[in-house]
């Protein structure tokens, strides 16, 4: 099990996304080929057996909309809405097709093109997200009708891969996908940064959690390596790591040469106030 | 400065008709429901004015049913899209209730089969061929899961109980009527779906009524 302990933080996070992506693409095969009905759905709801669980912001737009509580949504919202609150947006740094899609999509590049990233063109301010948040609530509260739950970009690619295997077509709502991959030209992960609704939701839940990346500052050498390397471009080397957005992935823990970030579990250092 | 200017008020209105554009298409999308006969909701299916802000689009009654009934609709509903719908003319529902079990967001309500009313099912005396006197048919009638209670034959003429009629569509489906003229649908009998059978009503009908008045 030695050679275990030697894989990066990447190496995890891919094969974490690859497991997920191919979730996807199985429990439809297996639904409509072998009638296997144990797991179900994709990320808006999935379940193993009676494990289900519910998106949360597509929990919370159901709930806005229609003022009612329903008790088996709330229950199918815990575990996800616990999981941010302890881990931050890990959903969307190692589950999220999207994420995973651009990833994949700039590791080929670097393969044809040879360059390490593309320049971003764009720089917003993060608290963005928390427009896009906000907007889209309010939005789903005016029109009176859900918008997220059939135009979520993550829950879009699921629903893709299903229809291809039930229909055998595709929905046009998949030119969303397109749109959210073709913005990684502008800025890197354009829309997770500063427009996705349920990354703004996952965040908000995530400003007070345990795992968290941290900088030891006596042994930074300032190679701005891992400023690089983030695809959110939240500077960990000026304690990035602390801010609600970071997802947790670990690209700047593996772009350190020098060991000098680390994932902590817990809250007792004094930088945990400087949330954003 | 003025090229600044131009790109400025372009974004800006690009931005505002993208916030519009929902709005507007889905202020003409909500009073526009995605059923019409023989296009009906899965059972247990709550009131059409709520059901598309409880349906979370998981798709999960759509890979759970075991007849291949249920289908989702796609963005040209509106904000429609992704809610499940079943065309009984294509595959009708056999009430297996399997798609109410799943429902994470109680859009679908648990439902004895008896007690579910998709919609109900209306004979059009005008093509069937029981009614025309024409043949002896009671494909419905036998089909009918509810057999003479649903449906029953009054002097060998299928008769609709509303009472009963869960609107599963299993009668549509086999009816082997098959008319094309305009105006009308395909079969003898159909599924007027429960919420929304007053949008159903053809324009010429509703001038009917009217000029007859």
Known sequence: MLWLKKRSWNFWRLLVQTLSFALLITIP?????????????????????????????????????????????????????????????????????????????????????????????????????????????????????????????????????????????????????????????????????????????????ARRRKLRVVIDPTSCSHCNQCDKACPLGLEPQQGGGEYSQCWNCGACVDACSRGSLTYRWGSDEKKTQKTN | MSADNKRRTFIKSGLVALCLLPATASAKQRYDSPLSTNRLRPPGAVSEDNFTGSCIRCGRCVEVCPYRCIEPLDLRQGVNAGTPIIDVENIPCYLCMKCVDVCPTGALQRVAQDQTRMGVAVVDHYTCVSWQEKILCRTCYSVCPFIDKAIRLEQFKPVVDERYCTGCGICTHACPVLQTAAGKNGKAINIEPVYAYEFSLPESEITAVDGGL
């Open chain 1, 29 to 205: 095969l297996l639904n409509y080929y072998l009638q296997f009905d144990f797991i179900q759905g994709w990320y808006q709801s999935i379940s193993f057996g009676d494990l289900w669980f519910v998106s949360p912001l597509e929990g919370l737009e159901r709930i806005l909309v229609t003022r009612e509580l329903y008790g088996p949504l709330l229950v199918g919202m815990a575990l996800p809405v616990v999981l941010a609150f302890l881990c931050g947006r890990v959903f969307c740094g190692w589950i999220c097709p999207i994420h995973y899609l651009s990833e994949l999509s700039d590791r080929i590049r670097r393969l044809v093109t040879g360059k390490k990233q593309i320049k971003d063109r764009w720089l917003l301010p993060r608290w963005l997200l928390w427009i896009a948040l906000i907007g889209e609530l309010l939005l789903t509260m005016i029109i009176g009708a859900p918008l997220f739950v059939f135009l979520s970009p993550p829950g879009l690619v699921g629903r893709e891969l299903m229809r291809l295997v039930f229909f055998n077509t595709l929905a046009i709502e998949g030119l969303v996908v397109v749109a959210v991959l073709l913005l990684n030209l502008i800025t890197r992960r354009f829309f997770c940064r500063y427009m996705c609704p349920l990354g703004g939701l996952l965040s908000l839940v």
